[in-house]
């Protein structure tokens, strides 16, 4: 770039898979951006597009700096689905602006793409596929497949509609290879085609595909027309995403993977949370501060009280991971809530148990005192069986109300299982107060 | 099957999908097992078993419920790199009987592939690939391609060799379709191929993979061999177990996926981690014990100890998880260590103020003690700042030194930051103990 000479810059730059072009781009000062923009096609310049890892609504910005004619060509020649994921990071007004000086083919297949809600099929299908009708030869079908192979986003699966744009067959592009180029599509094409609904949730549609391990699936609507296909490459992303999410929640962050600038940015990210669980924290304290007598008289209590609590949220945790797992890959269906919750319960009396039997000899060789030593025993055993409850059951009731369980983070249910574990602890320490002095 | 048609069974069965295939298998008993090895050819079983998802070690069941001769040929015409993950399960001695009743080519190939380590490319890969020489049409190369199709595991990608057998090019399908039949190879393929080396870690795989949007990567030797190549679908298996993976440990428990048997299987996946924990925290609590005298004097003081520790273990688990992806999407290389503990010093710091600063207000609002109040304040700020660095540092630590960074999973470091915010805690408590009383 700092040479200044374009056809250097082309021939260098063009040369770069689109990805690592992406990579470039994105390092860029703003004045040398103006230069790539001017350098480069909207063509040129949309696969580059396509390749850009959005993290911290640059989109925006970089639309801004394009004269609004190249950048609505841009978003023109980019694939659908890569186009809408960009217009859905602007407002409603820019889009509007764009559309207008668009070509009309291309706005009316973005128009329609940007209806689906997020998270949808509908929301990550494109429209560049491959159909045909029923009544061909292999040998045309290859010839529309020859024609329509640059704009495609994949050539690997051709889809068979009938006259009413309905999906009825699907043949792969080594079923077309390995045939003679006289036979009819009919003859060769598979029936059993499997699809998803333009509004599955994009979870489901990335289980199926990765479960069949198709690099493509047909998209449809109720009545079975062909709206779009999605592709493996977004459904990697997808995994991905997911994952990340349930991961991020876990830790109770909000974006655990957003490249952040720097420890203000990191803050603002982490604080809300942290706020919360200081507020459900300084509940647990006024719990406590309930039995000041209590401690007054037995203060050797407030020794196992990290360690009581700690337990509660450690066996919490691992419940609700579990069945927050088990919720996505989707599994919950298949059994029913309450047996679930019956293993969650016996897993945390086998756990509690052993971990109370533990507890109490530790605290009798440790102080002396078998009674103390019980009394912290119990609270183990009742605790860990309380808390595995509660860490599973939360998600999964989440789950039948139609709410992401992920959203009960770790740091949730271990603040509610500090709750209980300190109630079940002083509650007893209380009631048998007269062996304890 | 319980028409014991046979014909009638194979036209059903054969229908289906092999994933359909494997879930059917996979719920059956043992005698119904029996009939179906009978009823289909070792070909046909070889892709119901590609298709089962092996999670309670059942592949060795099958297999010895197998001839022995029909289980090798199986595993002959399976694909190699999942007639290896079948491998794997089992013995040495029993891989060694069926590799030698299976033809020699198939033993051969297989053998190769057992030879590379767990979660690197060569694991992952598989040999059955299409490659041609430079010096060929278009034309010629599809021939070749037709009649290796029904074999090779992609067709979408084929790779170009020199006399030495060295990866010089790549050609798509694609591009072999849309040009003209007597090109020659030579001028069509892409010299810029994209490879990995066969000891590569996959998850290093698995991003190259994501990032470029591959359908296929080929996996060469040091001195540029072409020995294989990964499928996008096995790089979304990839995907998918280190995502969970690293979410397992987080939550602190051994397998978070696999499907458990009922609480015995599913305590006995969790009970070690607990184990572990417990005596962590029982040094937390012995650590407390030498407070007793403080303790004694100011009961109030347990009250909140809960709030500190439960604080810096939230805040500590954040720092982790964001430092565990960054290593994980390899964004760790890119910036020095020093330079990310710096930020999450920062980030502690600023977090610690706004939450020392509520909860300062809080205390003194509900006990009417400013001291103590500032106490509490300025253990939260202590706790928040050092709690985060030790959250960052750990794992950024252990990756240095090559230790799988999510191995610091949650709860240990909750433990730790429980450990650290007590001592800073008390040991200011006893420090100015005198305005407290």
Chains 1, 2 share one sequence.
Not at 172 to 190: A, C, F, G, Q
Not at 214 to 241: K, N, W
């Amino acid at each position: 770039l700092s040479s200044q000479n374009i056809d250097e810059f082309r021939d260098v730059f063009l040369e770069q898979h689109p990805y690592d072009q992406a990579k470039f781009f994105v390092k860029l000062e703003e004045q040398d951006r103006f230069t790539v923009y001017h350098y480069l096609s909207p063509g040129e310049m949309a696969s580059v597009f396509e390749n850009i890892e959005d993290e911290n609504d640059q989109y925006e910005v970089y639309l801004s700096e394009m004269e609004p004619t190249f950048a609505a060509q841009m978003l023109a020649q980019m694939y659908a689905d890569d186009a809408v994921d960009v217009l859905n990071e602007l407002d409603k007004d820019q889009v509007a602006s764009y559309l207008t000086i668009m070509d009309d083919e291309a706005a009316e297949e973005i128009r329609e793409l940007l209806h689906y809600d997020e998270y949808t099929a509908g929301s990550i299908m494109t429209t560049e596929f491959i159909s045909i009708h029923a009544n061909q030869t292999v040998h045309s079908a290859m010839q529309i497949l020859k024609n329509e192979a640059p704009n495609a986003e994949t050539i690997y699966y051709i889809y068979v509609i009938d006259e009413d744009k309905k999906l009825v067959g699907v043949i792969s592009l080594r079923d077309l290879i390995i045939n003679e180029p006289d036979t009819m599509i009919t003859e060769v094409m598979n029936e059993r085609v499997y699809s998803v609904s333009v509004a599955e949730d994009q979870e489901e549609v990335a289980r199926q595909m990765k479960d069949y391990n198709f690099l493509a699936l047909p998209v449809i609507d109720f009545r079975g027309h062909l709206l779009g296909i999605i592709t493996v490459d977004d459904i990697v992303d997808v995994i991905d995403e997911e994952a990340s999410d349930d991961y991020s929640k876990l830790a109770a962050i909000s974006d655990v993977d957003s490249n952040d600038g720097g420890p203000f940015s990191a803050a603002k990210k982490r604080l809300p949370w942290l706020i919360i669980l200081l507020f459900l924290g300084m509940f647990t304290a006024s719990l406590i501060g309930r039995f000041e007598e209590t401690l007054d008289k037995v203060a050797i209590l407030a020794v196992f009280i990290p360690l009581i609590a700690g337990m509660a949220g450690n066996t919490g945790t691992q419940a609700l991971a579990v069945a927050v797992r088990r919720i996505a890959v989707g599994n919950a269906e298949e059994h029913s809530t309450f047996r679930m919750i019956l293993t969650e319960a016996g897993t945390g009396l086998i756990t509690g148990t052993i971990c109370g039997i533990l507890v109490t000899l530790v605290v009798f060789v440790w102080q002396g005192d078998i009674f103390l030593g019980i009394l912290v025993g119990i609270s183990i055993l009742a605790t860990l069986t309380v808390a595995t409850i509660a860490g599973a059951f939360i998600p999964l009731v989440m789950h039948r109300l139609k709410v992401d369980p992920a959203v009960a983070s770790g740091p949730f249910i271990t603040t509610i299982n500090d709750i209980i574990s300190i109630l079940i602890y002083f509650g007893m320490a209380t009631l048998f107060m007269q062996y304890l002095i």
